[in-house]
């Protein structure tokens, strides 16, 4: 399928295909622009209005640029070991997978071109792609050959390939954060690529994001950055919101082109995505996991965390960057009990979990998954969920971007001829000198950051108040002796966040349209253990998940 499609459609100027040794020239074409006029206007009355596009293709990616590099090799990978895999590999969990390789069935590298085979399938074509992978780590099938290499006793993310976010730094590629600001911005590892890189992770390659993690314009459509163009969601491309900001992150895993992506939250972004692209999302306490060498929001609240298809591979990828970090001053050691979770779920008879009564009363499929685990034995604490404000919460955010951005541009960027700008006030002037194509949705969050005039005392109290309002909000979490508290995808991920509380999203259900929902589990601090092993209960129960119909192939 793959290398018929780009034999026949997509290679301009080179003469044949049938040797797959030849080296590949300049003028070799994978990927062509198109106009994507016809798209905009077919979403200018979308009933969701942050779905009304200006543009989907992004203006400044070479989609071959990414693509080229590892063209040959992926090419010589044969339609009939791409089916031969496709059932041992599609929607299935990191110990199934492992099996197979020790049991000599495939390779770390023929694993490596199963998912570089779906990606260049599906994201080649204009018609299918979901912009959402924007790099690739070029020398990932010779470390993938490597590991194949060795056969000692590894942890099981071990040749294991996993995208990652593009706020996230790796040494092989760019670091952008989907702004042109920083579209040559090299980095070394961040701290949670360095573990995950020493347990043998394959960091196959980067995935598209709401520019700044969604803290550039205000009401623009998730998962759009300069750089990457305008993710879509696999269950219904322009139909359905990917959320945001690790729109890439959830997209890419919904297609199957990784195991798992990493994805980052400062309130949302991890479990908004996740919920509409149908994929287990965990964000963590804030301080399990390091942010160092990460594009900041709020070093208040900013988390990575991982985004899987299921809770197996949630658990194992999470354990994978575990690990104090001395330059994060809110890092922690770890918690015992995370790898394991996937095999011990809680047995639900003994689980106590609060459902907010307003959402059993609005949302058909929240109700009818509260039933299910009440009939499987869980305790059902139903409880009217106050109304308490956040105020000061975009202050915050603002205060802190401002402090971090020029902490990380300090710290992170290796090259300040290629990377010219040291602040906020320097992206924002940097934006506007080419708005159109820089920030074609405006920048209203950047220029809230400058008009901004708090002082550090109003500074210190709202942060203080906020983390008493939000986990003023989960009080029934005491009252009661609950595991968790039950809410669907990101409606309470800002009380999660303020609260710094641990939050695991599982696929529920489908709403009639095909449009993915997940239910969210809300933990007390550090209760990732105990929250995947509910998870990972309350999946075998239902078995929700379906890969999106247009990505089974």
Not at 146 to 166: T, V
Request: glycine share 6%; charged share 25%; hydrophobic share 40%.
């Amino acid at each position: 399928m793959l290398r018929y499609f780009l034999c026949a459609f997509l290679l301009i100027g080179f003469t044949s295909c049938k040797d797959k040794n030849a080296e590949p020239r300049e003028e070799v074409v994978l990927w062509t622009p198109y106009n994507d006029s016809a798209e905009v206007a077919a979403n200018a009355e979308h009933e969701n209005k942050r779905m009304r596009y200006k543009f989907i293709q992004s203006k400044v990616l070479d989609k071959n640029a990414v693509f080229l590099p590892l063209y040959d090799e992926v090419s010589q990978f044969t339609e009939a070991q791409y089916e031969r895999m496709k059932p041992l590999v599609l929607e299935q969990d990191i110990p199934t997978i492992q099996n197979h390789i020790d049991e000599g069935t495939f390779t770390y590298e023929d694993l490596v071109l199963f998912y570089l085979h779906r990606i260049y399938t599906y994201e080649l074509p204009n018609t299918t792609t979901l912009n959402t992978v924007i790099a690739l780590n070029p020398n990932v099938l010779e470390e993938a050959r490597q590991l194949d290499e060795s056969k000692e006793a590894h942890h099981p993310i071990y040749g294991m390939p996993i995208l990652l976010k593009d706020n996230i730094g790796t040494a092989e590629m760019k670091t952008t954060a989907g702004a042109i600001a920083l579209k040559e911005n090299q980095t070394d590892d961040a701290f949670i690529v360095k573990r995950l890189k020493q347990k043998g992770a394959l960091i196959l390659g980067k995935v598209n994001l709401s520019e700044w993690a969604n803290f550039l314009c205000d009401g623009c459509p998730n998962g759009q950055s300069a750089i990457g163009g305008q993710t879509l969601n696999p269950y219904g491309r322009r139909v359905f919101d990917t959320g945001g900001s690790s729109a890439g992150s959830g997209t890419s895993t919904a297609a199957n082109y990784a195991v798992g992506a990493v994805g980052t939250e400062t309130s949302g972004s991890i479990l908004s995505p996740s919920s509409q692209s149908s994929v287990v999302g965990l964000k963590p306490t804030i301080g399990l996991l390091s942010r160092t060498g990460i594009v900041p929001i709020s070093s208040t609240l900013d988390t990575p965390g991982p985004m899987t298809k299921n809770v197996t591979d949630n658990a194992i990828l999470l354990d994978a960057m575990l690990g104090e970090d001395e330059a994060d001053y809110k890092s922690v050691s770890a918690e015992p009990g995370i790898l394991s979770a996937w095999m011990n779920p809680e047995p639900l008879q003994q689980i106590r979990l609060g459902v907010m009564t307003s959402l059993v009363e609005r949302d058909s499929i929240y109700a009818a998954n509260v039933e299910a685990l009440r009939e499987a034995g869980a305790q059902i604490v139903e409880f009217e969920s106050e109304n308490i404000p956040l105020e000061g919460f975009t202050t915050l955010l603002n205060l802190d971007m401002e402090q971090d951005l020029t902490a990380y541009l300090n710290a992170e960027v290796k090259d300040r001829d290629a990377v010219k700008v040291e602040s906020v006030e320097d992206v924002v002037t940097f934006n506007n000198k080419d708005s159109l194509v820089r920030i074609p949705y405006g920048q209203a969050r950047f220029d809230g950051i400058l008009a901004d005039s708090t002082t550090s005392a109003q500074f210190e109290k709202i942060k203080k108040d906020l983390k008493a309002s939000g986990r003023a909000f989960f009080n029934i979490m005491e009252e009661e002796q609950l595991d968790a508290v039950l809410s669907i995808n990101n409606y309470h991920a800002g009380y999660a966040a303020v609260a710094e509380y641990p939050a695991l999203t599982v696929p529920m259900g489908y709403k009639t349209d095909g449009e993915p929902e997940s239910l969210t589990f809300i933990g007390k601090p550090f209760s990732e253990a105990h929250l995947l092993r509910i998870g990972k209960a309350f999946e075998a129960l239902t078995k929700a998940r379906k890969i999106p119909e247009g990505y089974q192939e």
